[in-house]
């Protein structure tokens, strides 16, 4: 009798951690989901009335971040986004402090965009991958 108690306890927590491992994974999915939404980049900085539209104290212009973003579009970024979740309306001004870059899957193209987006996460402080198993990068300025 008691190996069966046993037995019952253990597969009661078993099912509970698969709920719970199962939730985590389904909000961790809806995270993701939410940061791939959100206007193109550059059309969102050419639309922008804001001096400093992006990441103020990266890009002390959004020209400035116009710039960035051409340049990941010119060595192969597939797109580039402002993830609505960064997006920020203080009343006076609309800004945003990221971008999530879809990188492409060629090499050729892939190590331009991934080397621009390194040293981006480099300058935050963070050590950036090799850039070989991401589809898409977050890059986000404090």
């Known amino acids: 009798m008691g190996s069966k108690i046993v037995i019952g306890v253990v597969a009661g927590a078993l099912l509970l951690g698969t709920y719970y491992v199962e939730d985590v994974l389904d909000s961790e999915d809806a995270r993701k989901v939410q940061a791939l939404t959100g206007p193109e980049a550059l059309t ?3 639309k922008s009335t804001n001096e400093s539209a992006l990441a103020s104290n990266r890009f ?14 010119d060595q192969g970024a597939l797109r580039v986004i402002v993830p609505e979740e960064a997006i920020r309306d203080d009343g ?15 090499k050729s193209r892939r190590g331009g965009v991934w ?6 996460i480099q300058r935050e402080g963070e050590k950036p991958g090799d850039g070989t198993a991401e589809s898409h990068v977050f890059l986000w300025w404090d």
Do not use: G
Not at 92 to 106: K, Q
Not at 115 to 120: M, N, R, S, V, Y
């Open 92 to 106: 006076d001004e609309v800004y945003a402090d990221a971008l999530v870059v879809t990188l492409p899957s060629e």
């Open 44 to 46: 969102w900085l050419r």
């Open 115 to 120: 080397q621009l987006c390194a040293k981006e």
């Open 60 to 73: 002390p212009t959004t020209q400035d971040a116009i710039k960035f973003v051409r340049q990941l579009y």
